[in-house]
């Protein structure tokens, strides 16, 4: 019988059948403002015209963008708030969840050649731990071990740590988020509305009018010049290469944590999108710029992830849930 897999953000959810040969099939992706609950996007899924024929699942395995601390769960990105227990009930059916971050890290093992492209070179060493961090709508980060021959995912919420300055410039930009909102996190900075807090930040450093835009707009006008908004184009360059900066800084930092010999790999929705451009930046430099371990760091494999979907790959190969 299929097992429904689903990556459930704060910006889309997906939705997939799990084949019996570990494949994702069927996978369609909406928008999570589209709906007013969890329970009416998988409906919705379930409902689609090339479903209908199809046995009903006995079982899902959904990835959630939130800490999963008891049964009643809410994504701090988005007004949803739902239950295991509760979703079971109407689904009618068995329903595990894991946190989205510990789907990635679960997915880093299966990922082929073509899924992933190297920040850097160096031989990974797959005994050590893997760690994976990613900048999307919000910052997700978790940790891979392996004990026998089994992968266990090491589940947190590090895109809630405080983040760090490394330059006088970095300090400024979090002087002006800290008057904003006291702490400020690493996804504050490392996450869509991130790039656009870098980019307001700079406006004010650099005495310029910030113009209102997103993540979107600030990625488009980094790629092409415009010429009537020269100021503009300059900073939103500056914003990405800093936001590209202090990712190095922060996985570096989870590296050194967990002790990921095993590689860190980068996932989430922003960078696959420009992946020259983040291979070219000072990523892989300020991920190395650990003082006294700088060798330790320089041996330690980065990853851009590529794959359409890991979270629903890492799902394909977990274990069910106690």
Not at 109 to 132: M, Q, R, S
């Amino acid at each position: 019988m299929p097992c429904l897999i689903g990556d459930v953000g704060a910006t889309n959810v997906r939705f997939a059948v799990a084949t019996p040969d570990r494949q994702i099939s069927l996978m369609r992706s909406y928008r999570t403002c589209a709906y007013s609950s969890l329970l009416e996007a998988v409906n919705h899924y379930l409902n689609e015209p090339n479903l209908r024929n199809l046995p009903r699942p006995t079982r899902a395995a959904l990835a959630i963008a939130a800490p999963l601390l008891g049964d009643e769960v809410s994504l701090p990105n988005r007004n949803w708030t739902f239950s295991r227990k509760g979703l079971q009930a109407a689904l009618q059916f068995e329903v595990d969840f894991y946190n989205d971050f510990s789907a990635v890290a679960l997915a880093v093992p299966h990922l082929e050649a073509a899924d992933k492209k190297e920040i850097g070179v160096t031989e990974p060493n797959f005994d050590g731990a893997i760690a994976v961090i990613g900048p999307g709508t919000g910052l997700g980060v978790a940790g891979l071990i392996r004990r026998a021959n089994q992968w266990i995912d090491l589940c947190g919420e590090g895109g809630h740590a405080t983040m760090a300055a490394t330059t006088r410039e970095e300090s400024e930009i979090l002087n002006i988020l800290r008057v904003q909102w006291g702490h400020v996190s690493a996804e504050r900075v490392l996450s869509g509305p991130g790039l656009v807090n870098i980019y307001k930040a700079l406006c004010i450093v650099h005495s310029t009018e910030a113009r209102e835009l997103n993540a979107e707009d600030i990625t488009n006008a980094m790629m092409k010049s415009d010429g009537h908004n020269e100021q503009t184009t300059i900073l939103c360059i500056k914003a990405f290469n800093i936001f590209c900066s202090m990712l190095g800084t922060v996985a570096g930092n989870v590296a050194l944590t967990l002790g990921a010999t095993g590689g860190v790999y980068i996932a989430g929705g922003i960078l696959p999108r420009f992946a020259e451009s983040f291979t070219a930046s000072s990523f892989r430099t300020r991920f190395e710029h650990k003082g006294r371990l700088n060798s330790y760091m320089h041996h330690i494999p980065t990853y851009l992830i590529l794959h359409r979907a890991p979270a629903l790959l890492g799902l394909i190969h977990a274990e069910p849930r106690p």
